[in-house]
């Protein structure tokens, strides 16, 4: 079995001054597979990549996994979908639910990028124009390169994929944005790895649900999505840090 790595480009919410909004980078035998996609994103990895102490670029990430359509979580796309078709002329591989595919073209990024101007006259563009989706499933797993997602819907505003993500033997558990929810611990138990999330408000997690786990979850388990005033050194479980990189 060989590890696949996480860089963990972001930890915070949407409303943090400290940090940049919860997005992680998973990579595999030269594969990059980006979990959700906060605004000014080539900016969001390249200080990750800093404090990691490794270069990460936007031309070696051509599939992105968008978790639910919070802007925290997806108002980078347009960014980086415009970046894709005019400098890299190529188009972007939009991974995510038939629930987030059915809003995101329509209700998200219609507006901004269906028309273009080529100097001369506009061009009528389409969601195909610029992506390729790539759906998930909540009944089976699907491959994306070489990672094998499973996906399960959480409890949240909106549908929302929580992940199992596995790689070389080894497995990744990703609560993405959720109220507590016991079945969604059972789905992640079994993971090498853990990252859930913690926020205030009831479509989110309290830390003390999280704190009041068996401990032998809670040693595999790392915070993400917390709130500036979450005290991480006090923290019975261990809170991830940006630019901080884990083998799974």
């Not at 894709?84 to 901004?112: C, G, M, N, Y």
């Not at 070489?146 to 609560?175: C, D, K, M, N, W």
């Amino acid at each position: 079995m060989s590890a696949f790595e996480l860089v963990a480009l972001g930890v915070g919410d949407t409303f943090s001054e400290r940090h940049h909004p919860t997005c992680l980078l998973l990579t595999y035998e030269g594969f990059h597979l980006a979990i959700d996609c906060p605004d000014m994103y080539r900016r969001v990895i390249l200080e990750a990549g800093q404090r990691a102490s490794r270069e990460l670029s936007l031309s070696t990430i051509d599939h992105v996994l968008i978790t639910h359509v919070h802007g925290d979580h997806m108002n980078g796309l347009e960014g980086v979908a415009f970046y894709k078709h005019f400098v890299e002329q190529r188009p972007l591989h939009l991974v995510t639910s038939p629930e987030v595919r059915s809003v995101i073209w329509d209700q998200r990024l219609r507006a901004p990028m269906e028309r273009l101007w080529n100097g001369h006259a506009f061009r009528e563009m389409s969601f195909e124009d610029y992506f390729r989706f790539e759906p998930l499933s909540w009944t089976k797993e699907v491959s994306v390169g070489p990672f094998r997602v499973r996906a399960r819907q959480t409890r949240h505003h909106v549908p929302t994929s929580a992940l199992l993500i596995e790689a070389g033997g080894r497995t990744l558990g990703y609560s993405a944005d959720t109220a507590f929810d016991p079945t969604l611990i059972e789905f992640l138990a079994d993971a090498d790895l853990i990252l859930h999330e913690t926020n205030l408000g009831p479509a989110h997690t309290a830390y003390a649900d999280l704190a009041a786990l068996p401990a032998e979850i809670r040693d595999r388990m790392r915070l993400v999505h917390y709130p500036d005033e979450f005290d991480v050194q006090e923290s019975t479980i261990v809170g991830l840090e940006e630019g901080q990189v884990l083998r799974v």
